[in-house]
């Protein structure tokens, strides 16, 4: 089982910047592949990023790529995603996903609890 707690939210500007962050419970954190997932009112819940245990591989759904950016730190126990040139379209909650192995499947096993990103235009 493991816990992960979201951070780094909140309401910024179109064009502004944000870093999420989401802190895992568990020591075999490096064991678990990451992500993060984000759902807009109204809307199924998307895929926006993922990153491998090792850090070494990391995939983006299209509407994000270049504007953000997944990385991990495995001593810290912490997964980050760098949000940059955001639009109003961004706006959603984000959640941190975990699976146990190299990469995060499309239904992970575990969830945060939500952080709220607002981008006003």
């Known amino acids: 089982q493991v816990q992960l707690v979201e951070s780094g939210g909140g309401l910024v500007q179109a064009g502004g910047s944000l870093r999420l962050s989401c802190a895992a419970s568990?020591?075999?954190?490096?064991?678990?592949?990451m992500g993060w997932f984000r759902q807009a009112p109204g809307k199924e819940r998307e895929f926006v990023a993922r990153?491998?245990?090792?850090?070494?591989?990391?995939a983006y759904a299209d509407s994000v790529k270049g504007r953000f950016t997944i990385s991990r730190d495995n001593v810290k126990n912490t997964n980050y995603l760098q949000m940059n040139s955001l639009k109003p379209e961004d706006t959603a909650v984000y959640y941190c996903?975990?699976?146990?192995?190299?990469?995060?499947?499309?239904?992970?096993?575990?969830w945060g609890q939500g952080t709220q990103v607002t981008v006003s235009s």
């Open positions: 990153i491998s245990w090792s850090g070494g591989s990391t």
């Open positions: 568990r020591r075999t954190f490096k064991t678990y592949a």
């Open positions: 996903a975990a699976d146990r192995g190299v990469v995060l499947t499309d239904r992970p096993d575990y």
